[in-house]
């Protein structure tokens, strides 16, 4: 069973265009909720993450809305720059352990 | 200061052969994660070290896997009997106390094919 379901697999946007990746999750134990980028060839990269306490989390162009009661929480990038094209994952967490959503591809046209 | 390092960065093997991966976590973290990652997937964990106490390796596909990590440091994963389904990128992740409040450091990871 999918412990976390993300939304879509691959995106397309125009520069200065926002992109918008969204996350559903069924455990409602998890408390913590953090968002990679992947760049090809490299490890992912923790971008932002917020916990369950808040429904929003903005730094810089990147900014996470959560909604506890739906079990959903995106990921919105402001201004999108062909430097964004990246795959991105959103993970949820309970006792240290690690659920991550299946990615999305993200193609910034310039 | 260096970042998770992990050897080899690519490992070609024949099915049935033993394999070990290499992780070299950043100095002065106690986690340390493994994780697979599958052409078009996301991650999967795999098994979660955090100190001294006893691993977490409830994400272990098979008694095929098993890890260990020397003096709180290097951590090895051992596929023995790699199978074609073995075939994915390992990475390694880690961070200086709990991932869940410290940030957590990936690898580049192995890309490991089994032919």
Not at chain 2, 4 to 12: A, I, L, M, R, Y
Not at chain 2, 54 to 80: C, H, M, N, W, Y
Not at chain 2, 96 to 101: A, K, M
Request: aromatic content about 12%.
């Amino acid at each position: 069973q999918q412990q976390v379901k993300q939304s879509p697999q691959s995106l397309i946007v125009q520069k200065g265009g926002i992109s918008i990746i969204n996350c559903a999750y069924e455990n409602t134990a998890f408390d913590y909720f953090p968002w990679y980028q992947q760049f090809p060839g490299k490890g992912p990269a923790l971008l932002i993450a917020i916990r369950p306490d808040v429904s929003e989390k903005k730094e810089g162009r990147f900014t996470i809305s959560f909604n506890k009661s739906a079990k959903q929480f995106s990921l919105h990038i402001m201004d999108s720059q062909p430097g964004d094209s990246a795959t991105y994952f959103c993970a949820a967490s309970n006792f240290n352990k690690f659920y991550f959503g299946s990615g999305t591809k993200l193609n910034v046209k310039p | 200061g260096a970042g998770v390092s992990q050897s080899p960065s690519n490992k070609v093997t024949e099915k049935g052969k033993d394999v070990e991966l290499r992780c070299d976590p950043i100095s002065g973290h106690t986690a340390l994660y493994w994780y697979r990652q599958s052409l078009g997937q996301g991650l999967e964990f795999l098994i979660y070290f955090q100190g001294n106490s006893a691993p977490d390796k409830s994400g272990l596909p098979s008694d095929r896997f098993s890890a260990e990590r020397t003096g709180g440091s290097v951590s090895t994963l051992t596929i023995q009997r790699t199978q074609q389904e073995d075939s994915a990128v390992y990475l390694c992740a880690s961070s200086l106390g709990s991932p869940s409040r410290d940030t957590q450091y990936f690898g580049p990871g192995t890309r490991l094919t089994v032919l």
